[in-house]
C-alpha cells in the first residue's frame, strides 16, 4: 500500500515539474471611461418638449408600469394615421411626466424632424404597438411646431374598443396584434 502511495506522489511531481511555469498573462487594462457615453441634449429648435399629464378622471386608469408610446407624425394626419416620424416607448411613472422628442427618435435614423407635426401620448397596457385595446387611454396635439418646448399632452380620452393596426386580422393561432 506504501509503494502505491509512493508511486502516487512520485507522478504528481513529475507532472508539476512539465507544467509550463510562464506567468499568467498581465489582466487587460480597465476601459476608460468616455464622456460619449451620454449624449447631449437635443437642440431646442430641433424637438418637442414638454409633459404628458394624467386627469384625475382617468387615473384609475393608468397604472405604474404601463407602457406609454410617444408618437410624432407629419401634421395633417388623421389622429392614429400616417406614418411616424418619431417614438419612443415609455413606462408610466408619476405624472406630470416630462418628455422630449427629437430626430434621435426618428423611425428611419437620419429623419429631419421639423415643420408642424400632431403628437400621441397612447399608454398601451398590453405593450403590443399594434393594438389598441378596449380601456386604454389617449391624447393628442395638433399642429404643434418642431421647436416648441411647453406642450402639454393630457390622457384623456378612453378607447372604446379593440382595433388591430396593420389592416387585416391575425393569422389563425396568432394572439391578436400580430401579422
Do not use: Y
Request: aromatic fraction near 4%; glycine fraction near 12%; charge should be positive.
Amino acid at each position: 500500500m506504501r509503494s502505491g502511495f509512493v508511486l502516487t506522489m512520485v507522478l504528481f511531481a513529475a507532472c508539476s515539474k512539465t507544467q509550463s511555469t510562464a506567468p499568467a498573462p498581465a489582466p487587460a487594462p480597465a476601459p476608460v471611461p468616455s464622456a460619449e457615453l451620454v449624449p447631449p441634449p437635443p437642440d431646442p429648435g430641433q424637438s418637442i418638449s414638454g409633459t404628458i399629464t394624467l386627469p384625475a378622471a382617468r387615473k384609475r386608469d393608468v397604472a405604474v408600469g404601463n407602457t406609454i408610446f410617444l408618437i410624432a407624425r407629419r401634421a395633417g394626419s388623421a389622429p392614429g394615421q400616417g406614418l411616424m416620424l418619431a417614438v419612443q416607448r415609455l413606462a408610466a411613472g408619476e405624472f406630470p411626466m416630462r418628455f422630449t422628442l427629437s430626430g434621435r427618435d426618428a423611425m428611419i435614423p437620419g429623419t429631419p424632424f421639423h415643420g408642424t407635426v400632431s403628437i400621441t401620448a397612447r399608454v398601451d397596457k398590453d405593450g403590443d404597438g399594434l393594438t389598441r385595446k378596449k380601456g386604454d387611454v389617449f391624447g393628442q396635439a395638433n399642429d404643434i411646431k418642431v421647436g416648441t418646448q411647453d406642450l402639454t399632452i393630457p390622457l384623456d380620452t378612453l378607447q372604446t374598443e379593440d382595433v388591430t393596426l396593420g389592416g387585416s386580422p391575425p393569422a389563425a393561432g396568432m394572439p391578436p396584434g400580430h401579422p
